[in-house]
């Protein structure tokens, strides 16, 4: 059965202590990987989608990264502004399928 | 360029009572997904939409159905609502240009409560 997990479910760093979340995938036929921010109350925010193992991608203080199994998102010297809920969703090798998210990791940055 | 817009934001329902939630797509974008969002079982997909087709259908009784019109605008209806069906319903919408997936945007929500 296809599924996404993400660890922790909850994180919680200093301003500006870098930590990596994790999201581990058993997909068949991975046709892409996505990372969203989701603030409370709101929609999730698309960050990066990556497709293929080796590759990486930045934006400001957030880097993913991919293997064939997993994918991280690192956080560089966060700030307070980046606390939300990161969700990982994968999208497997039948065209016409749903995205399956996993549950998410709730990362709280205090200054 | 506009966002993913849905409405109502919030909804309040009683029990038995149906509901339409409506969803406006980002200009340009051909393909409209819902979700339904609880904090038991995160996000959870329940039908895909493009050019006016139902693509994709998730695990859902057919007391949840939707539709889409000419101009990508979607609405999604429950009827006979359920407790169980309080939740944050989600709208993404994407551009399905080739053979790589396109990522979804995601409207703000309808936060639906039923009593």
């Known amino acids: 059965e296809d599924q996404v997990t993400q660890s922790p479910e909850a994180l919680r760093l200093q301003e500006g202590e870098s930590s990596s979340l994790n999201c581990s995938y058993t997909v068949s036929g991975l046709r892409g990987l996505f990372w969203y921010r989701q603030d409370p109350g709101k929609g999730p925010e698309f960050l990066f989608t990556?497709?293929?193992a080796g590759e990486e991608k930045e934006k400001e203080r957030l880097k993913a990264t991919l293997t064939k199994k997993e994918s991280f998102l690192h956080i560089t010297a966060p700030k307070p502004e980046d606390s939300a809920t990161y969700l990982c969703?994968?999208?497997?090798?039948?065209?016409?399928?749903?995205?399956?998210f996993g549950k998410g990791t709730t990362l709280s940055v205090s200054s | 360029k506009a966002g993913v817009t849905q409405t109502p934001r919030y909804l309040i329902k009683t029990r038995g009572q149906q509901v339409t939630l409506s969803c406006s797509p980002i200009?340009?974008?051909?393909?409209v997904s819902w979700y339904q969002q609880t904090p038991g079982q995160g996000l959870q997909f329940l039908f895909e939409?493009?050019?006016?087709?139902?693509?994709n259908k998730g695990n859902f009784p057919g007391r949840f159905s939707g539709r889409q019109f000419s101009n990508s605008r979607s609405e999604m209806n429950v009827s006979t609502l359920e407790l169980g069906d309080s939740a944050l319903y989600l709208c993404?919408?994407?551009?399905?240009?080739?053979?790589?997936?396109?990522?979804?945007?995601f409207g703000p929500g309808t936060r639906l409560t039923v009593t």
């Open positions: 990556l497709y293929s």
């Open positions: 969703a994968v999208h497997r090798g039948q065209a016409g399928t749903a995205l399956i």
């Open positions: 939409y493009f050019s006016e087709t139902q693509r």
């Open positions: 993404a919408s994407r551009n399905l240009r080739g053979t790589q997936e396109d990522e979804q945007y």
């Open positions: 200009s340009g974008h051909r393909s």
